[in-house]
Each structure stands twice: as C-alpha cells, then as structure tokens.
C-alpha cells in the first residue's frame, strides 16, 4: 500500500494519541494535502520544524500499529467481509425468492456499514 | 457490562501499550484470576504495590478506550454480524437448495471468526 494511504488511515486509528500539533500537521499532510511549506507559512515555524513534527507522529503512529496491530485486522476484516457480499451476490443471482432477495438486500447493507 | 469482563477485554486491546509489570499485574487478576495477595506473593512485593500498578494500568487502559474506542467498535460491529447471522439462518431454514445451503454455510463459518 501507497506509504500516504496508511498514513492516512493510520492517522485516523491512533491520531488522538499524537500530540495536537503532530495530529494537525500530519493530518494537514496526508489528509488535506497541504505542502509542508504551507503548514509552516499557516503556523508561522519554519519548514524544518513542520517535518521534524510529521516524522515523529509518523513513528509514533507506526509503533501503535506494531503493537496494537488494528490497521491490519481492520483489512482482514474487510477482505473477509468482501468475500462474504461476493457469496451472498451468488445466492442473490440464483434466487428468484422476494423474501430471501429482501433479506440479502438487508444484509449487503449492514455488512456494507463495517467496510 | 460487568468490571471484569470490560477490563478484560481493554488489557486484550490495548494491553501492549502497557508496562511490562501493569500488564503482567493486570492480566494475572482479571484473566488468570489471581488475588492481589498471589499476584504480591509470586513477584516478591506488598500487596498495596500491586493494588497501585493494577489501577495505574486500569486508568490508563480506560483513556486509551476513551481516545481510539475499539471496544466500543468491535462491540457495535459484533452486533452486527449477530444480526446478519439471524437473517442468514431465516433464508436457510426456508431453503432446500444444497448449493444456497453450501454457500450460507461456508459464510456463517467466515463471520464466526470475526466475533
């Protein structure tokens, strides 16, 4: 995976144990795709100092991952549940049965919400 | 939810973001139900210093739960999953097809695994 995608995600998973400026300026980076040289102008510091901010919270949020492994069982999950819509999909296309086609319809969309 | 069961859980969770001793103490009490006078026992330390670590390592576990909410995501995303399993075995009860039965079969095994 691209290194902004899941610094990205990774963000969103462990960002509140960051310091507020590190959360800003990564979030301002990887999720509002602002230039380190527009962080630094916004917040009056210097270019240094928005990347030196960036590259701890970047390490700090790579450790809880290590550690507390959530990104990855949050792909797991997903994969699974990907494959989980593509066997009900088959049943679906096989079914000419309005209660069961409702009762798939249901499902696709709870399972949709954990995705 | 009861004390234990919740603290259980979290130090599952977000355990590995403990002190190695806070975890060790905790764990021993609230998965391997030790006393505090065995936990106090066994590490060769007062019982008062145990009971400090342990509600150390409950506080810090209840603000990280606080801050990342897994507990809480995984609880919502379990109810979920029980309620697709419910309407899972509504269509197979009614269906006589061994290809649908095969396939509901083969997803209900997937979606255990995630609860």
Redesign the interface.
Known sequence: MEKKVKLSILCE??G??LTKKQYEFLNDYYNNDLSLSEIAENNNITRQAVRDNIKKGEKKLFE?EE??L?MKRMFN?EK??Q??LS??A??QK??S?K??TS??E??KK??N??V
């Open positions: 998973l462990y509140k144990l809880y550690k507390l959530f999950q699974t549940i494959k989980v066997e009900l088959k049943i096989d079914s049965d209660k069961v009762i798939l249901s499902i709870e399972l919400c954990l």
